[in-house]
């Protein structure tokens, strides 16, 4: 209860009627918080926060809701992704000739000089047949196409768009990146890792500053709508993004918490780190730059994957970083100034590097426990699960990714990687049993960003609602409970946050998600369709059901 002065000044917010899981070891369960100033002020139930009702508080009765810490993304890329996402939604296609009736009809639509873009396509969509430009090229009619795959690494562009671009041949790249090109040298259309589908930008249409201003607050509503109250955006792709944040506080709330750490790619020097370094003052109220993304290796799909072992085309056998070493120097010297680093590495031998990497910073206090993390992690041997937990280095998955495999090892992940290696895929409990801080994201757009789904699929190792889908790798299912730490606790630690996020207690940020349905007890399909009751970030509802 407040002191006789505290309770002078009333609070905000109090939301009663809840059962709240605060994720609080000292109090675990409650019934009404408080809220003020953005902070959660008190605790308990209805006799704790009745001394903080005043005229101007607004009461909301939950009615029997699930209050829980906000829900945040883990990996998601909603500024970059609105421009990634741009014009068809193709991760519906499954088949050839689904995907051409879709170009076919966005074809037809075209006003003169027009492009048809897509993305979200699924490699399944492809079968045994190479990515080809032959493949989609008689269903554009003679328009430019640029096509995005699902996994964000790789594209397939028309015969047209490669000549609107100058791209005829192969090239050399400074990283792991190709223009794919048949025997005859001639592209075929498959661009593989950033810098060859970069080569495209120049001439695909963007979205107007407008428009994206439009687009990202229309996503990121949505994101409030389904629950989120915050997420760590992997990138900080779009030069001109922290104004475009700016600007959008100038006129009000962000609707989530964004974190944003931009890329560091191989060649960079001292002085591309030292603006790294610089980069890390910038933030406003809701928005903060913290920390650098690398990459250590692609995709598997894409053969870009750092694997031990070649995959089945032979390829995955190199890094990234043509020079690992210096990736390595790259760490080490952001880890000096303090710098959180998050680092792309689905294959074995990526995650083996990056670890070696941090293990090698020995015990300087830049490199304290849970300030390095690694992203998506698809494979990994026994014998890298513990040190995780020795090295306090966070593992950042996606369960919803699992979505684009097969149990049955059918599916192009898997034929990628092997039988042997598919069936250590995404080993999200194996992780957590083996100590480590497991934080769970959707890394939107190449997954749905629906934090429910998240809940559930880590449940289920299948899509919500899908039954008769055999789940991949079961024995990888958490709890409940985990799951929820994923997305609340657990995230906050990833962040270096838990001593104000994470947890509802006094004197954190009043980031919370109210849900219809327990997320901990319920059935795990009921929880991915959950009707979320409210949403409210830093103190302010960014969303309430009607």
């Not at 009404?32 to 508080?57: L, N, S, Y």
């Not at 000089?113 to 969509?125: F, K, Q, R, S």
């Not at 080569?199 to 249409?205: A, H, T």
């Not at 069936?423 to 409990?429: D, L």
Request: charged share 20%; glycine share 12%; aromatic share 4%.
């Amino acid at each position: 209860m407040p002191s006789a002065s505290t309770a002078l000044t009333a609070a905000d917010t109090v939301l009663t009627g809840a059962r709240v899981r605060t994720l609080d070891p000292e109090r675990p369960r409650a019934e009404a918080v408080a809220v003020k100033d953005g902070r959660i002020v008190a605790v308990g139930d209805e006799r704790d926060v009745r001394d903080w009702r005043g005229a101007a508080t607004e009461i909301v009765d939950l009615a029997g809701a699930t209050l829980t810490p906000g829900l945040v993304d883990g990996h998601s890329h909603p500024v970059w992704g609105v421009e990634m996402a741009t014009g068809l939604d193709l991760s519906g296609c499954r088949d050839l000739d689904g995907l051409r009736t879709a170009l076919a009809s966005a074809a037809r639509a075209l006003p003169p000089g027009g492009w048809v873009t897509g993305w979200g396509l699924d490699h399944n969509v492809f079968g045994d047949r190479p990515v080809h430009r032959d493949l989609i090229e008689e269903s554009l009619g003679g328009a430019p196409g640029f096509i995005r795959l699902y996994d964000g690494h790789s594209a397939l562009a028309s015969g047209r768009a490669l000549e609107a671009a100058g791209v005829t041949g192969p090239r050399e790249f400074a990283q792991r990146a190709s223009i794919v090109c048949d025997a005859a040298g001639r592209p075929t259309g498959h661009l593989v890792e950033h810098a060859a589908m970069n080569l495209l930008l120049p001439v695909i249409p963007r979205p107007s500053a407008a428009d994206r201003r439009a687009r990202l607050l229309g996503l990121l509503g949505e994101m409030a709508a389904n629950g989120l109250t915050g997420a760590h955006v992997m990138d900080l792709e779009d030069a001109d993004a922290p104004e475009l944040l700016a600007a959008i506080e100038a006129d009000g709330e962000l609707p989530l918490r964004l974190r944003l750490a931009p890329w560091c790619m191989p060649g960079v020097g001292e002085e591309e780190l030292g603006h790294l370094v610089e980069l890390q003052r910038l933030r406003g109220r809701h928005w903060q730059v913290g920390g650098v993304k690398f990459f250590m290796d692609g995709t598997v799909e894409g053969g870009t994957a750092w694997l031990e072992h070649a995959d089945c085309h032979g390829q995955g056998t190199a890094a990234f970083w043509p020079d690992p070493a210096a990736y390595t120097h790259a760490v080490h010297h952001l880890a000096r100034a303090g710098i959180r680093t998050a680092t792309h590495a689905i294959g074995d031998a990526a995650v083996r590097h990056v670890l070696d990497t941090i293990e090698l910073l020995g015990g300087e206090p830049a490199a304290g426990p849970h300030r390095h993390r690694i992203e998506h992690i698809e494979t990994v041997p026994d014998g890298q699960l513990p040190r995780f937990a020795r090295l306090g280095v966070v593992a950042s998955m996606q369960p919803t990714h699992t979505a684009y495999t097969r149990a049955d090892h059918t599916d192009a992940w898997s034929l990628r990687v092997g039988a042997e290696r598919a069936g250590r895929a995404w080993r999200c409990r194996d992780l957590r049993e083996a100590g480590a801080v497991l934080v769970l994201g959707s890394d939107w757009p190449i997954a749905h960003h629906d934090p429910r789904q998240v809940l559930a699929t880590a449940r289920l190792r299948r899509p919500a609602g899908e039954h008769d889908i055999t789940p991949v790798t079961p024995e990888q299912a958490l709890t409940g409970l985990m799951a929820l730490e994923g997305l609340t606790s657990h995230a906050a630690l990833a962040a270096g946050e838990e001593a104000e996020a994470g947890r509802i207690a006094p004197g954190y940020r009043a980031d919370l998600t109210a849900l219809a349905v327990d997320p901990v007890t319920a059935p795990a399909d009921e929880v991915g369709t959950a009707p979320v009751r409210l949403t409210m970030t830093g103190g302010h509802v960014t969303h309430r059901s009607s």
